[in-house]
């Protein structure tokens, strides 16, 4: 597609409940990545996928938080049993391939989540 | 100590003026720099990247880049109110792929 795209854009759950947010890259991006921003923060590193594998997932704030990317495209993070904490925008990015290598990432237009 | 490190301000200036704004980063072995503009409720987008030391232009932006201070900075100049937004520094450290972003300096051109 033209640009990363992201869905849902608003999602509200209640505390406890199981969260999937879905991420569809810029066609021929081989890197994506996941990142969360609260209000007045920078966005916050959670998950790296170089193709298919997560070459980075050091940002994973616990094990209640999962991401697969299985055709190396599309990408879902999942979040389980909810928490108020989990509430911020969960921004999406791709770049053309890796970059230590000179690409750079592109940001969709986010997940905003409310945990109530 | 934070991996990158931005003053939240706000950074006020009138209309026409030069802003400039900082960033430091702790990772003496970061390679690539990146300057994001984000507008309130909006997703960061790309203004500049940066890799080699010295001074970068693009247009009314420059980014400057030195290294042994571990320092990196951008200027805009002949601001505009439309540049009011949050300007996020972020910092590809070595060895890693992932971009580690600063908390952003907002700011605010006054007409």
């Not at chain 2, 571990?70 to 601001?79: G, T």
Request: glycine fraction near 12%.
């Amino acid at each position: 597609g033209a640009g990363v795209s992201q869905t849902p854009s608003n999602k509200v759950t209640e505390k406890g409940k199981y969260v999937e947010l879905r991420c569809d890259p810029i066609s021929g991006h081989t890197a994506l990545y996941w990142y969360r921003q609260s209000l007045g923060q920078g966005p916050e590193f959670l998950i790296y996928f170089q193709g298919t594998g997560a070459a980075d997932d050091s940002g994973l704030p616990n094990d209640r938080f999962f991401a697969v990317r299985p055709e190396g495209s599309v990408s879902t993070l999942k979040i389980q049993r909810t928490e108020r904490g989990d509430s911020a925008v969960y921004l999406c990015a791709s770049s053309l391939g890796p970059t230590l290598s000179g690409n750079t990432i592109y940001f969709g237009e986010g997940s905003w989540l409310t945990v109530v | 100590q934070k991996e990158v490190e931005q003053n939240s301000g706000p950074l006020s200036v009138p209309e026409g003026a030069i802003a400039s704004l900082n960033c430091t980063y702790s990772d003496r072995g970061s390679q690539s720099f990146f300057w994001y503009r984000q507008y309130s409720g909006k997703s960061p987008e790309l203004i500049m990247f940066i890799y080699s030391n010295g001074d970068k232009e693009d247009g009314r932006f420059t980014a400057q880049l030195n290294k042994a201070s571990q320092y990196v900075s951008l200027l805009i100049r002949d601001s505009q109110p439309s540049d009011s937004a949050t300007y996020l520094c972020a910092v590809n450290q070595g060895g890693y792929q992932k971009v580690t972003f600063g908390t952003g300096t907002k700011l605010q051109v006054i007409p």
